[in-house]
C-alpha cells in the first residue's frame, strides 16, 4: 500500500508512568513510524519513549460484547477491601 | 436489535460519556463525523500555504524559525485530524483525493492571499483566534478520538495565536509605514475571520442535529459573538480598529454589536470561487506528485528489507 500501514502509538511522558495510547500514523515500515511518532507527537517533549505498534497486530475486546465479556468480574464485591467491615478502633487498616 | 443498539447510542450521549472507535454508531452520525473531521483535517493541510509562502521571506532568523515550527504544527494538526477519521472507516487516501476533487471542503479562510508580512501575524491574531473559539469547545466533543485530536490541538494553538499577536505588538512599535502594513491587514482578514463561524443560525440546518449528537456545543452565532468580544479589547491594546461602522458596545446584551458579514462572498469562497481555491488546489496537487518518488522507494525499501529477514 503506497500511503503505507496503519501504525498505533503508545507515549511514556515521564518515567515512573505508563505508556499510554496517543493516536496513529502512516509508514511503510517500523523504523519509519517510530520517527514520525517522535515528530507527530512529541515536538513539545511530551515523550521520553515511543512504541509504535501496526494497527492490525493490536486484539482487543469489542463494545458490543462488553456486558457478557466483563460481567465475571460485575458480582464479585469481595475483591474489593470496602467488602469487609472491621471495626473502627482497629488501627492502621 | 437496532433500537437496542440505538437505545445504548442514546444513553452514552445522555450521560455525556464518549462514543469510542468500537462502539455502534448510527449512519448518519458516523457519516456527519466524518465530514466534518475530514472538513478540519483539510483545513489544517490547506492552512499550511498561507503562512509557509512566507517562510522563505521572514524578516529575521527568529521569525523563520517560528514560523517553520508553526507551519510543521499545521501538518501535525492535519494528521492528527486524519487518524481519527480513519477510526471511523475513512481510507486517507480517499480523503486526500476527495479534498483534490473538491468534494469535501476545507475553511474559507485560507482561500485568500497573504500579501504582506503583517498578515502572517494577522492569522496567528484573529484566524487562530476564531479557530481556537471553534474548537475548545469540540474538545468535549461526543467522539471520543476527535476529542482528544482536539485537546492536543488547542494546546498548540496558543502558542500560534500568542506569536501572531506579539509579531503585530512589534510591527505597532515600528515605523508609521509598518503600523499601516497592520491595519492594512487587519481591516482584510476582519470579516473572512468572522466568517469562520459559518453561515448564520438561520441558514445553518445542520446545527440542530450536531448540538443533539453533542458532535457540537455551540452555534454558530454564539461563537462569533463570543470572538467579536473577545477581538475588540486586543485591537484596543494593539492600536488597531476593525472594518465595521457597526461595531460597538451594547450595555443592554452586554456584547458588542456588529455589521452583518457578507454571506454571498462566504457562499462564493466555498464553492471554490474565492480568491486562491485553484492555486491552493493547484498547489497541494504538486506536492503530492512531486513526492510520490519518495513514498515508492520507502515502500519498495520497506519490501526489500522484509525479503532480506526472510531470506
Same mark, same amino acid.
Given at each position: +500500500? ?29 523504523? +519509519? ?29 469489542? !463494545?458490543?460484547?462488553?456486558? !457478557?465479556?466483563?460481567? !465475571? ?17 482497629? !488501627?492502621? +487498616? | ?11 452514552? @450521549? ?34 499550511? %500555504? ?21 507551519? %510543521? ?22 480523503? @486526500? ?6 468534494? %469535501?471542503?476545507?475553511?474559507?479562510? $485560507? ?35 476527535? =476529542? ?18 506579539? @509579531?503585530? @505588538? ?71 480598529? $476593525? ?42 496537487? =504538486? ?14 525499501? =520497506? ?9
Amino acid at each position: +500500500m503506497i500511503d503505507g500501514e496503519l501504525y498505533e502509538v503508545f507515549v511514556r511522558t515521564k518515567r515512573g508512568l505508563n505508556h499510554v495510547h496517543v493516536g496513529s500514523l502512516h509508514a511503510t515500515d517500523d523504523e +519509519m513510524a517510530l520517527r514520525n511518532a517522535r515528530d507527530l507527537y512529541t515536538r513539545r517533549n511530551e515523550g521520553v519513549s515511543i512504541w509504535v505498534v501496526r494497527s492490525d497486530s493490536i486484539t482487543a475486546s469489542s !463494545p458490543d460484547e462488553k456486558d !457478557p465479556f466483563f460481567a !465475571p468480574s460485575g458480582d464479585k464485591v469481595y475483591r474489593h477491601p470496602t467488602f469487609y467491615e472491621i471495626p473502627d478502633d482497629v !488501627p492502621q +487498616m | 436489535m437496532e433500537a437496542e443498539l440505538q437505545a445504548h447510542f442514546d444513553d452514552v @450521549l445522555a450521560r455525556d460519556q464518549r462514543l469510542e472507535p468500537r462502539d455502534w454508531l448510527p449512519d448518519a452520525y458516523r457519516s456527519t463525523l466524518i465530514r466534518q473531521i475530514a472538513q478540519h483535517a483539510h483545513s489544517e493541510i490547506i492552512g499550511m %500555504q498561507p503562512e509557509g509562502a512566507w517562510i522563505t521571506r521572514a524578516p529575521s532568523l527568529r521569525r523563520k524559525a517560528i514560523l517553520l515550527a508553526k507551519v %510543521q504544527d499545521e501538518a501535525g494538526h492535519g494528521l492528527y485530524l486524519y487518524s481519527a477519521a480513519e477510526t471511523l472507516g475513512a481510507e486517507r487516501g480517499d480523503l @486526500l483525493e476527495r479534498l483534490l476533487n473538491g468534494t %469535501q471542503k476545507y475553511s474559507s479562510i $485560507f482561500n485568500y492571499p497573504t500579501l504582506s508580512f503583517a498578515d502572517v501575524g494577522v492569522i496567528g491574531w484573529l484566524v487562530d483566534g476564531a479557530a481556537i473559539c471553534n474548537q475548545v469547545p469540540l474538545c468535549r466533543s461526543s467522539y471520543g478520538p476527535y =476529542a482528544r485530536a482536539m485537546i492536543r490541538i488547542c494546546k498548540e494553538e496558543s502558542f500560534h495565536q500568542r506569536q501572531g499577536y506579539e @509579531l503585530l @505588538l512589534t510591527m505597532m512599535s515600528g515605523t508609521e509605514r509598518q503600523r499601516r502594513m497592520v491595519q492594512d491587514a487587519t481591516d482584510r482578514w476582519w470579516w473572512p475571520a468572522l466568517m469562520m463561524f459559518g453561515p448564520p443560525d438561520t441558514d445553518s440546518p445542520n446545527t440542530a442535529q450536531s448540538m443533539a449528537w453533542k458532535v457540537k456545543r455551540h452555534t454558530n452565532d454564539e461563537l462569533r459573538q463570543r470572538f467579536v468580544d473577545m477581538s475588540v479589547p486586543q485591537a484596543d491594546v494593539l492600536g488597531v480598529t $476593525f472594518p465595521d461602522p457597526e461595531l460597538r458596545w451594547n450595555d443592554e446584551r452586554r456584547h458588542y454589536d456588529f455589521g452583518e458579514p457578507d454571506w454571498a462572498e462566504l457562499k462564493r469562497v466555498i464553492t471554490g470561487d474565492g480568491p486562491c481555491n485553484a492555486e491552493r488546489i493547484a498547489h497541494l496537487r =504538486a506536492a503530492r506528485d512531486d513526492g510520490a518518488w519518495v513514498r515508492e522507494a520507502a515502500t519498495a525499501h =520497506a519490501r526489500k528489507v522484509r525479503e532480506v529477514d526472510r531470506d
